[in-house]
């Protein structure tokens, strides 16, 4: 039953786009439900729960400066108290979630693992169900699935997800795997069933999708050879990294963002014009860009405050952008700035930015594939995995807590942990064998 319950339970993070049908003053979210029914039976399914007191106490400390910064912004708190409050819920879920897998970070990726593979079979009926005609193995709204803008006639995979993109997001963790796979690094996933994936990526012409399987193979061909003594091999590499963006780019919707977002971001004056014949992505992402700038000119150290960037954007949209009709007609990502990178600039500042770089830095895994052990490689697996997931989300969506990421950030965290232990076990191992 346990084995059950968890695999479900890690279904609930990529069905973030259920909401519940009632008028809150908020978005309800189907999942949240479900992650409350989880934590609250916790205990009478799995019983046990290992905690270290030094993260509970560095976790109360962070939440109470994380409420104070606002305070001198003057956007009061209230904004920060909501969004820790929808932080820490996910937190409770996701450590949760760990334990009931006993921090096994490789029973945890094959379950995620095979839901990606549903979601993959269910893209590949509904890029067929497009092409028929067949609205019902397509449209997956009438389940109650919020789709945005989704068209028939748009011929791209989405799956059930809220956009391509999103799709894009939840598949790049096991992307990543499948790339580690097709350079027989691991057996989490059979090549037949990684490519299935990675094809169905692909067909959904997300930019930042593409992005993060190039991202992928960067991280996994220069890690595993060792290009600096190779020059053949170099220029290789480098050689295939340019064939492949060029195909990437020959697919229209990835050219078209590519070319409007070059444009905006370096014309020196941006008239309304400029602004109104760009794609709703670029626009999305350079209003964003230009609200983040200004929020941060005014909040360089502390930013506005958590959770505070929805007032930031209706306060500066209209300042940093010529009038335009896009700008009167939309408020795209107002919440979640469209990037993890432009929401942390805005509402925590430089200092913020410094610490999830450092956090991001001091938490990867470095390997040495000649003399680490299956376990270590496997550590390095996932830690890159969830690495490559954090790199795109820079760029792409800033929501703090949608599709899982609460729980890869622990899974990042604690992989390094588990690494650490299994090299220092190993060194141990190797003394007592030399002496």
Known sequence: MQFSVRKFCLLFILLDNLFVPIKLGFDFRVHYILYFLFIFFYPFIFRTVTVRPIIIQSLMLL?????????????????????????GFN?????????????DFLALFKDYIDLIYIAAIVGIIQI??????????????????????????????????????????????????????????????????????????????????????????????????????SPLLLAGSFFLLMVVSLVFYAIPQVRL??????????????????????????????????????????????????????????RYINVVLPENRITQQYALNERD?????????????????????????????????????????????INSAALSLFLIRLFRQGHYTMLGFMLFILIYYCSKQEFKRSYENQAMLNDRKSE
């Open 128 to 229: 067929f169900s497009q092409m028929v005609g067949f609205t019902y193995g397509a449209d997956f709204s009438y389940l109650g699935f919020d789709m945005q803008h989704f068209r028939m006639s748009n011929w791209r995979i989405q799956g059930w997800f809220q956009e391509p993109a999103f799709l894009a997001i939840a598949f790049t963790p096991v992307v990543f795997v499948g790339v580690c796979s097709l350079f027989n690094l691991t057996d989490m996933i059979s090549k037949q069933k990684a490519i299935i994936i990675m094809t169905v990526l692909i067909l959904s012409q997300s930019t930042i999708g593409l992005i993060g399987l190039l991202l992928s193979l960067m991280i996994v061909v220069f890690n595993k050879y060792s290009l600096v003594k």
């Open 257 to 314: 963002r590519i070319d409007d977002t070059f444009h905006l971001f370096t014309t020196d004056r941006i008239t309304p014009k400029d602004i109104e014949n760009a794609n709703l992505s670029t626009y999305s992402t350079f209003s964003n860009y230009k609200v983040a700038m200004a929020t941060l000119k005014d909040n360089p150290i502390f930013g506005s405050g958590l959770g505070t960037y929805e007032y930031d954007y209706f």
């Open 63 to 87: 939440g109470f400066v994380l409420l104070a910064i606002p305070s001198f912004s003057g956007n009061g708190i209230i904004p920060s108290f909501r969004q820790l409050s929808l932080i």
């Open 337 to 381: 700035a469209n990037s993890m990178l432009l929401r942390i600039t805005a509402e925590l500042g430089l200092l913020g930015l410094g610490l999830l770089f450092w956090f991001i830095w001091t938490n990867r895994i470095n390997i040495d594939f000649i003399s680490a052990t299956r376990e270590q490689v496997n550590y390095w697996i």
């Open 91 to 103: 937190l409770i879920f996701s450590f949760l979630l760990l334990n009931a897998y006993k921090n």
